[in-house]
């Protein structure tokens, strides 16, 4: 009797919470949409998203989105350019060389760098990367979008590392000691068989990097500068979606055409990312399955 | 001939990457170890952060404690959440259609990037609830950004439970919460927490969510839920960009990283240690 009452009770809560937390993801979208309608009422979609300028504050406002936006694309493409080819070399590495003593504690290493706070890879970098930088270039500060790719790099190695791991273990799965009774050598096997069987978890680990990098805001901030001009040169300063809302809220005053406007950006942000998400979502399904 | 010249090219790619990506990993990390070393101190653990600006001398204590206070907030409301929805999933959900909802919405949640979250906390927790900055608005803003790591373990700790134990437990009319409580959890209790442990560590070093909805430049020691709190982070964040006191700054990063290394090293020991759960 009363773990029949306890089942319902507890039947319930588990019941309820779940409701709760699939609804959280409609209500944060739903809210940060609402908050940017205010923007899209002044400005049209089409010319905030590819309006040239942004000046929030100034008497003669403008709400173009175009430079900050690109500065995010492009600071992922270059980021993933960066991290791709090491991260599926070294997740080859990890599924078929690898000795197995050693497999164990580089496996928690690359863990643990997935769990390195950004704001100590963004610390690194302003240490570590930006005075090599400007001492190669010789310029007057290290920030730029180069300085950004880097370290954004470095920041999704893990991810795609561990993404494309799984679908290198998976792909040879039973062909490895065919080839190898075969005799056929292990790197033939390996450039034959895993590199192209694995192409579609390669492509999984590669849109999860570009998701962790473009929605990724304190080691960014850091590094790269904060001026909202065109991503035209590797060594020019950016502003990303992320740093401009973590830089500009706090003196956004509530209610603001200002503060509405970084919602909007905020919600762009959202759109991109949730898109980029579903498409790894069904890569890794297909992959799965 | 040719063969094997490609086979070499391959083997020096493969070596080159993995000592790359570890050469990189040890590298921050051994950086930040060394030059942190010398600022930790009893004082620097134990004092708050004096000086003009302030953090250029004295410690970081009320900035660890208020991390450890947002760390155990959001850990107890992502587990409830995290832990109800991959209960969900496994003992109560019959069709595979919801599985998969939940597995989708999940994910997306998870790929909310967190400043986007925090400006939800800002605009919701902070201003509409009037919670203020504070530590509770932070600890929920953090639920939300780890519960999906919270479900996701969970989920997989779950997945590895035998059909045969809870089936049988099931045909016997045994309810679904007796089997998790005398079944499932004995077993799959240190997957369970390893996976709770690493949100919790990702709460802790989380910046983008706490800096509009609880973090503050100065603050005491967590007292009360409704005030604002100091956060290791944030601390690094501010001691860092402003240029205030690098040795400060060296400190408080290797402070933030002992945190991860004991928060990964315990998830790590738990992890697929099997429990007292019989065979």
Avoid at chain 1, 20 to 25: G, K, P, Q, R, T
Avoid at chain 2, 180 to 188: A, G, L, T
Wanted: hydrophobic share 55%; proline share 5%.
């Amino acid at each position: 009797m009363l773990h029949c009452r306890f089942e319902k009770l507890f039947a319930a809560t588990v019941k309820g919470l779940t409701v709760a937390a699939l609804f959280i993801l409609l209500f944060i979208i739903l809210f940060i949409l609402k908050e940017s309608l205010v923007v899209f009422r002044q400005v049209s979609i089409g010319d905030f998203i590819f309006g040239g300028q942004w000046r929030p504050v100034s008497l003669n406002l403008r709400l173009g989105l175009w430079p900050i936006l690109t500065a995010s694309l492009v600071l992922s493409a270059l980021a993933l350019a960066l991290a791709l080819p090491p991260a599926v070399g070294a997740a080859l590495f990890l599924a078929h060389v690898c000795p197995d003593r050693l497999g164990r504690p580089l496996r928690s290493l690359i863990a643990i760098m997935a769990g390195i706070p950004s704001v100590v890879y963004g610390f690194a970098g302003v240490v570590l990367l930006l005075p090599i930088l400007e001492r190669l270039f010789k310029m007057s500060s290290g920030d730029s979008l180069l300085a950004g790719g880097i370290v954004l790099g470095v920041m999704i190695l893990p991810f795609i590392i561990a993404t494309t791991t799984e679908s290198m273990e998976a792909a040879a799965q039973g062909h490895s000691v065919v080839s190898r009774a075969m005799g056929v050598s292990r790197w033939y096997m390996l450039r034959r068989l895993v590199l192209p069987v694995s192409r579609m978890g390669i492509i999984a680990g590669a849109v999860l990097g570009v998701s962790r990098a473009m929605g990724e805001t304190m080691a960014v901030i850091m590094v790269v500068g904060n001026s909202p001009l065109l991503p035209t040169e590797l060594l020019g300063r950016i502003k990303p979606i992320p740093a401009l809302i973590a830089l500009e809220i706090g003196s956004a005053p509530l209610g603001s055409i200002h503060y509405h406007a970084l919602f909007g950006a905020g919600f762009v942000l959202l759109v991109l990312l949730l898109a980029i998400n579903l498409l790894f979502y069904f890569l890794r399904k297909r992959l799965v399955s | 001939m040719l063969k094997n010249w490609q086979d070499r090219c391959l083997q020096a790619w493969l070596y080159f990457s993995i000592l790359l990506v570890v050469g990189t990993a040890l590298l921050t990390m051994g950086y930040i170890l060394v030059k942190g070393w010398s600022a930790i101190t009893l004082d620097f653990l134990f004092s708050a952060p004096r000086g003009m600006p302030l953090g250029k001398e004295g410690g970081v204590f009320p900035a660890l404690t208020g991390s450890l206070a947002l760390g155990l907030l959001s850990m107890l409301i992502a587990s409830l959440l995290g832990l109800a929805t991959a209960l969900y999933q496994h003992l109560y959900c019959s069709s595979p259609r919801v599985y998969s909802l939940i597995r989708l919405v999940v994910q997306c949640i998870a790929g909310i990037p967190s400043i986007v979250l925090g400006l939800f906390g800002y605009t919701f927790f902070v201003v509409s609830l009037g919670l203020g900055h504070s530590l509770l608005a932070g600890g929920l803003t953090l639920s939300l950004m780890i519960f999906p790591v919270v479900a996701i373990n969970t989920d997989k700790a779950l997945t590895e439970v035998r059909p045969e134990q809870t089936l049988a437990s099931y045909a016997l009319g045994v309810p679904r919460s007796y089997t998790f409580f005398h079944i499932i959890w004995p077993e799959r209790k240190n997957d369970i927490i390893s996976g709770i442990l690493l949100g919790t560590v990702y709460a802790m070093g989380a910046t983008a969510p706490i800096m509009l909805t609880a973090a503050v430049l100065s603050a005491p020691s967590p007292g009360s839920l409704l005030r604002p709190v100091m956060a290791l982070p944030y601390h690094l964040y501010i001691l860092a960009s402003e240029r205030i006191s690098m040795e400060n700054a060296y400190g408080t990063a290797l402070v933030l990283l002992l945190l991860l290394f004991a928060g990964y090293g315990a998830a790590f020991l738990l992890f697929g240690r099997r429990g007292e759960g019989r065979e």
